[in-house]
């Protein structure tokens, strides 16, 4: 059976995978991995991708791309042969560097977009490399923790957390610092075509169910002691003895990987107002 084509589109956001040829170590120093970012940095100096997360492993790599007008192959394209070239050159050697062809994950919906980061941040701390995901330098997560908008875009994810940039990078951090919720993490993110068509499998709607996590309805009542509340809640009730009940429900929501847009709307609260429940 041939291998199902890669779809691919303008703004389209993708999960790339590339391991070192027999998995071997072609990141070996800290020459190899700027060498990966200078070759990244070089394909999009005419900005034909949004590169919105990354990391660099001794023997593999990770990238959240989003297209533009040009597709993701001829980028990849010209990312790895440029690389390969280089490492070559630079080692003295001829021979193939990379294994196989990439992988090309299709995000399906931008709800992953948070998830899918930390899990592509959290692979030094996955590899026993580092404690935390802040204490690795070869990830994009350095980018979103310290604001810093150079090479990669990240105005997108860290927007999505809250409109006020303060409250983006503390809820980034807040986020990145969670451990993953999801047991067999490495099957959701890098083994399908698509990430969220195992949500399709099992009939989950995107609006109900997120990485097999409670729905933002459970996650309610299970802070709230009755149905009254619950439903006062629902209609954005302002009563003052409502608010633990309802920052419980921002903090359990957020660590289920909702966004602060998502949590406020579902109780008729803004975004902000959310994000300053858990402050």
């Not at 977009?113 to 592509?120: E, M």
């Not at 490495?186 to 009939?203: S, T, V």
């Not at 003052?240 to 359990?252: D, E, M």
Request: one cysteine or more; a positive charge.
């Amino acid at each position: 059976m041939g291998r199902k084509p890669r779809v691919e589109y303008k703004g389209a956001i993708y999960h790339v995978i590339k391991r070192g040829n027999n998995r071997e170590y072609i990141f070996q120093n800290r020459e190899d991995k700027e060498s990966l970012l200078a070759c990244l940095e070089d394909a999009n100096k005419e900005e034909v991708f949004n590169l919105l997360g990354y990391v660099i492993m001794d023997n593999h790599y990770h990238l959240m791309i989003e297209t533009k007008e040009k597709p993701l192959h001829k980028i990849m394209q010209k990312v790895n042969n440029t690389y390969s070239k280089n490492y070559n050159k630079r080692h003295k050697r001829s021979d193939h560097v990379f294994g196989g062809r990439y992988k090309g994950i299709l995000v399906k919906d931008d709800k992953y977009l948070f998830s899918l980061l930390r899990y592509i941040h959290y692979n030094p701390v996955r590899a026993k490399m580092c404690e935390n995901i802040a204490q690795y330098n070869w990830s994009s997560d350095q980018f979103y923790r310290n604001n810093i908008k150079k090479q990669v875009h990240i105005d997108k994810i860290l927007n999505m957390f809250s409109p006020n940039r303060r409250m983006a990078l503390e809820a980034y951090e807040r986020f990145m610092d969670q451990k993953e919720p999801i047991i067999k993490a490495k099957d959701f993110y890098e083994e399908g075509h698509e990430i969220g068509e195992l949500e399709k499998e099992n009939n989950s709607s995107p609006t109900e169910s997120r990485n097999n996590n409670k729905n933002l309805d459970e996650i309610l009542r299970d802070v709230v002691d009755n149905e009254d509340d619950f439903q006062l809640i629902k209609s954005g009730s302002r009563k003052r003895y409502l608010r633990n009940y309802k920052i419980s429900y921002v903090k359990a929501a957020v660590e289920q990987g909702y966004t602060f847009k998502e949590i406020g709307n579902h109780v008729e609260v803004s975004a902000v107002a959310a994000n300053k429940m858990v402050q």
